[in-house]
């Protein structure tokens, strides 16, 4: 088959154009979330792959950051768009991020931290830039598109979650107007991995519910809890009242900590039941507090991602 370029006239070439402009253009966070990866790359070595795999399992329209090598002409040429011949490998190689938007990631207890959402997207860019660099494809769950690689698909991802209205996170919006704080059940390739972003403080029967449906069919994933130290430790005295942030009504102590040793054994509990159902599942459990650098957390949860598809018996 004679090689074909890419021009301008050409749809690839009008996608890559319009990619180029979009990576002139990254946001503020996307920007700080490389920096953060390359932190992280220089401990990490390279991850052996053997071969691409020979297993057919679909094609799928063109995307920007495809290679031009890997769009099947053929079947291009049936129609007046360009598609891209997937394997049973490729599959393997894809990777779904998925962030929680809910009212009670905008919280925070201290100006000096970020707010949970901002960490957990921060971690998220991170850890796609991270998995592009090692030649993994990238998509955010619910958005309905194929996973992809290159600067694009990280300038897509960025874009996506301020679409999302996860961009202002100054103050909490009314939980009617927020996401859900659990994933979309979506149908995944098996041997795809999934990382959920979040705070996860609804009840463990509930995540775990999640997490089955996935795991029912062959993806393998992790939860990254994001939490404020203020969650985990109660450090607050005197007369206090507490307000739910998605329609959790209030709840008024005369003198909180009295209470504050039975809170932290509920809420170490309830981290538990999280890590309980995580390793039943054959999935991964970490967590990150807001206050603390996110380059520990998002090595290793690389490293986890990498691990958890050497014990799927896929290369890494």
């Known amino acids: 088959?004679?090689?074909?370029?890419?021009?301008?006239?050409?749809?690839?070439?009008?996608?890559?154009?319009?990619?180029?402009?979009?990576?002139?253009?990254?946001?503020?966070?996307?920007?700080?979330?490389?920096?953060?990866?390359?932190?992280?790359a220089q401990g990490v070595h390279g991850r052996r792959r053997v071969g691409s795999g020979e297993s057919f399992w679909q094609f799928r329209r063109?995307?920007?950051?495809?290679?031009?090598?890997?769009?099947?002409?053929?079947?291009?040429?049936?129609t007046d768009r360009l598609y891209v011949r997937e394997t049973e490998w490729a599959a393997a190689q894809s990777v779904w991020l998925w962030c929680d938007g809910s009212a009670s990631m905008c919280y925070r207890s201290a100006a000096a931290w970020p707010t949970k959402i901002d960490s957990a997207r921060l971690l998220l860019l991170a850890l796609a830039a991270?998995?592009?660099?090692?030649?993994?494809?990238?998509?955010?769950?619910?958005?309905?598109?194929?996973?992809?690689?290159?600067?694009?698909?990280?300038?897509?991802?960025?874009?996506?979650?301020?679409?999302?209205?996860?961009?202002n996170t100054t103050a909490a919006p009314a939980p009617a107007l927020t996401p859900p704080s659990l994933p979309p059940a979506e149908p995944l390739p098996r041997y795809a991995r999934l990382v959920l972003f979040g705070d996860f403080l609804a009840p463990p029967e509930r995540i775990e519910a999640?997490?089955?449906?996935?795991?029912?069919?062959?993806?393998?994933?992790?939860?990254?809890q994001i939490i404020d130290p203020a969650e985990e430790a109660l450090p607050f005295s005197g007369r206090v009242l507490f307000s739910g942030c998605e329609a959790d009504g209030e709840a008024l102590f005369g003198r909180v900590e009295a209470v504050r040793s039975a809170y932290r054994t509920r809420f170490a509990a309830h981290r538990e039941a999280l890590r309980s159902l995580a390793r039943g599942a054959g999935w991964t459990?970490?967590?990150?507090?807001?206050?603390?650098?996110?380059?520990?957390?998002l090595l290793a949860l690389y490293l986890a991602l990498a691990d958890g598809a050497q014990r799927m018996g896929r290369p890494c």
């Open 285 to 297: 459990h970490l967590v990150h507090r807001t206050d603390q650098p996110p380059q520990m957390a």
């Open 130 to 167: 991270l998995l592009v660099r090692s030649g993994e494809r990238v998509a955010l769950l619910g958005e309905g598109l194929q996973p992809a690689s290159g600067r694009a698909a990280l300038a897509r991802l960025a874009l996506a979650l301020d679409a999302r209205g996860c961009a």
């Open 62 to 78: 063109y995307q920007p950051g495809d290679a031009a090598a890997r769009i099947d002409w053929r079947q291009s040429a049936k």
């Open 1 to 40: 088959m004679p090689a074909h370029r890419l021009t301008t006239a050409s749809p690839a070439g009008r996608h890559l154009l319009e990619a180029e402009a979009l990576v002139q253009n990254l946001p503020p966070l996307l920007v700080a979330a490389e920096r953060v990866a390359a932190t992280v």
């Open 210 to 224: 999640v997490v089955q449906a996935f795991v029912r069919s062959g993806v393998r994933g992790a939860l990254v």
